[in-house]
């Protein structure tokens, strides 16, 4: 059970090698009774299993599976509620691909493994909890989108696109909660420097996994639907989605 | 028949929201069967009154007996009276009063149910003169996965202290055997003091509170350096004069329709409230006459004041330490002055020797409690350190009043839980009774 500021006991992280994930897991860790890190690599999750335990996470276990395959999402999803005891205060949504734009935009394979990683398998793993998250009628899923999924631009249409489904699945399901005591947060960092964003140019008001994971904490007690990292990205895509097109266009990617 | 509900529901500070089936049980139901039959565990629930999880479990079953009949079988001549478990404070005051008898020892509000006073052993502001709410019951009738049982301290002991401070966890209270105490009218007489800071005010309270049945302080926690908890000392006594006409303490009629969206109370709002609060007390005054409700229950003037909190909602915390640490108090007001993190009421009284409760919250010494927004970054952190004073210091946090303890204090400030433990096992073998507050410290697991 959560205390009064919203520190989880037991978290299931959904891509347990994310590094946004750690940050916010890594913050709550030292209040945990049990961690549970579902993910691809058995060594990136012991790294993460590591780190989180010098946070002061008293017990962590880890669960394989592949997000390039929906199919296994069902099984990760149970195997990480039995293991943290059959009930789950967080549910971190953290599983995500980048991808690369200009590689990828002629290959269906790649085009395809984002929308596997980015919105088929964790839809498929929040439709696998949701009767357990009803039953227990408490709980916060934290989802990891993107301000890339407000408004999909040329520039990462393929990775954008894939969030921005993801990213209303979650809103909609958040909403399907609505009077089973569980709350869903949608968190829309911008451009946050990471391994994964290694290389790229950031954009402006980027922020850090740190910064990100903070925000996220901070927002634990009141668990807002939607909330942006930078805040003042909200204001600036509020205005952004509604560009007439042709300008919308225009900005570079 | 009863009626089940799936419903929202919080504590008073209106954090922690869940969702659990609600019962509405009455009398003739078989609260036994009930209680054994229930999947995914039970815990009484009474007004609602605990600031954080203790009368509430997400996802199983809070039972209430509010609609179970007011029972109220009073003796006018010995003042023995024998009321439902589901009957408030104010039902039973309002019944008792026009026959000359008042509750030993009476909450700061009256919107608690008999069950949730034994449950909490609740305290009042004569706890040095007259103990906690158990010292005062007589017998209890119990309601467990196992059957009915009729305690008494004499009969068995061990099931009664359990249940007295037990927070619901060894069943549910059908009704109890109260002695009440004898007054004459429904006036008190109080002496008023104000006192530059909480040294001063300290000083005042061991030298004098002996002399009184009735003594608290309003502590102001949002001033710092000397001033450092100025406080008002309230004491005081009932007013003998059978002749005068009985009032009986009324529910308020004003309310706070809904919670203003980022909270009234801020650190400027209190800081100017304290202000004025501390001028307008009499910096001495003596044997003014203060009607019941004025006096014991003030914030029952104002029905829904929690709301004033808003949407992010409030904790309390309330220590017990003993009487040589005093110093604890004075460490913790200024910590979180020092931190930057408001707390818009303070109250501190003395307390008397405990009682024999497993769980039981009061020991001799002092009693802090602090109400606190949630919002200050700080707040978090704080309380945690404050928390290891406390147990450094020999004394507890009162669990009717959490909602954040760390589950890793609980032993040290709970040294007879292994004892509560094993008599609870014995009356409920597969634990079904628990609650989000005993989930959340460890006092019992989290499913079946």
Request: charged residues 20%; contains cysteine; aromatic residues 6%.
């Amino acid at each position: 059970m959560s205390d009064a500021f919203g520190n989880p006991q037991t978290i299931l992280v959904l891509g347990g090698s994310s590094e946004i994930g750690l940050a916010i897991t890594a913050k709550l860790a030292s209040r945990t009774r049990s961690i549970a890190l579902v993910g691809r690599s058995q060594e990136k999750l012991e790294q993460s299993a590591t780190h989180l335990r010098s946070k002061g996470a008293p017990e962590i276990s880890t669960v394989i599976a592949d997000a390039a395959d929906a199919s296994t999402a069902a099984g990760a999803v149970e195997a990480g509620l039995k293991a943290l005891g059959g009930s789950v205060d967080l549910v971190l949504v953290a599983v995500g691909l980048l991808g690369d734009q200009e590689h990828d935009e002629n290959d269906a394979g790649a085009a395809a493994e984002l929308v596997a990683v980015n919105y088929a398998w964790p839809s498929a793993a929040l439709s696998a909890l949701r009767p357990s998250l009803i039953t227990q009628g408490h709980g916060l899923v934290v989802h990891l989108s993107s301000v890339a999924a407000v408004r999909v631009r040329r520039a990462n249409y393929l990775y954008g696109a894939s969030k921005a489904g993801m990213d209303d699945f979650a809103l909609g399901f958040g909403d399907g909660l609505d009077g089973s005591g569980v709350k869903v947060m949608t968190i829309r960092p911008g451009f946050v420097s990471t391994k994964m964003t290694a290389g790229r140019k950031a954009g402006p008001f980027s922020t850090t996994a740190d910064k990100v994971a903070a925000d996220v904490v901070a927002a634990l007690p009141s668990s807002p639907r939607i909330l942006y990292s930078p805040g003042i990205l909200r204001y600036i895509f509020g205005i952004l989605r509604h560009l007439p097109l042709s300008l919308w266009r225009k900005i570079p990617g | 028949m009863h009626s089940r509900q799936r419903v929202r529901m919080h504590g008073w500070g209106m954090t922690q929201a869940i969702t659990a089936e609600l019962l509405a049980a009455n009398a003739a139901d078989d609260l036994p069967a009930i209680l054994a039959e229930a999947k995914h565990g039970a815990i009484a629930r009474g007004l609602g009154r605990s600031y954080g999880d203790p009368a509430q479990l997400a996802g199983g079953l809070a039972i209430s007996l509010l609609g179970a009949g007011r029972q109220i079988d009073l003796d006018p001549t010995t003042g023995l009276v024998t009321v439902g478990g589901g009957v408030s404070l104010d039902a039973l005051i309002s019944a008792a009063l026009p026959l000359g008898w008042f509750v030993p020892v009476t909450p700061g509000t009256r919107q608690v149910t008999v069950g949730g006073a034994i449950a909490f052993d609740v305290h009042g502001k004569n706890h040095h003169a007259d103990g906690s709410f158990a010292n005062h019951v007589r017998s209890i009738t119990l309601a467990t996965p196992t059957g009915i049982h009729e305690l008494s301290p004499e009969s068995q002991p061990e099931l009664f202290w359990a249940t007295a401070g037990g927070m619901g966890l060894t069943g549910i209270i059908t009704s109890a055997l109260v002695q009440m105490i004898p007054v004459n009218s429904s006036v008190i007489a109080v002496d008023t003091d104000r006192y530059p800071n909480l040294d001063a005010v300290m000083a005042a309270m061991v030298e004098g509170d002996d002399r009184y049945r009735y003594s608290v302080a309003w502590v102001d926690c949002m001033r710092s350096g000397a001033s450092m908890g100025r406080a008002i000392l309230t004491r005081g006594e009932h007013v003998d004069d059978a002749a005068a006409a009985v009032k009986i303490p009324k529910s308020s009629r004003i309310s706070v329709p809904f919670k203003p969206p980022s909270g009234l109370l801020n650190r400027l709002s209190i800081t100017a409230f304290n202000e004025a609060w501390f001028r307008v007390a009499p910096s001495h005054a003596e044997g003014e006459i203060h009607e019941l409700g004025a006096f014991f229950h003030p914030l029952d003037g104002l029905a829904h004041w929690n709301r004033l909190y808003g949407p992010r909602g409030f904790v309390q915390w309330q220590c017990a330490v003993p009487d040589q640490a005093g110093e604890v108090i004075a460490t913790a007001i200024k910590r979180l002055s020092e931190r930057k993190v408001p707390s818009f009421l303070g109250v501190l009284k003395r307390f008397g020797p405990g009682n024999a409760g497993l769980l039981s919250f009061p020991m001799a010494g002092w009693t802090l409690a602090l109400d606190l927004p949630v919002g200050p970054s700080a707040l978090p952190e704080v309380l945690d350190e404050l928390d290891e004073l406390v147990v450094a210091a020999g004394g507890r946090i009162y669990l009717a009043k959490d909602s954040r303890l760390s589950p890793r204090h609980l032993r040290a400030m709970h040294p007879r839980l292994d004892e509560f433990l094993k008599i609870k096992a014995s009356v409920d073998p597969r634990g079904v009774l628990r609650s989000d507050l005993s989930v959340r410290l460890g006092i019992t697991s989290a499913m079946p």
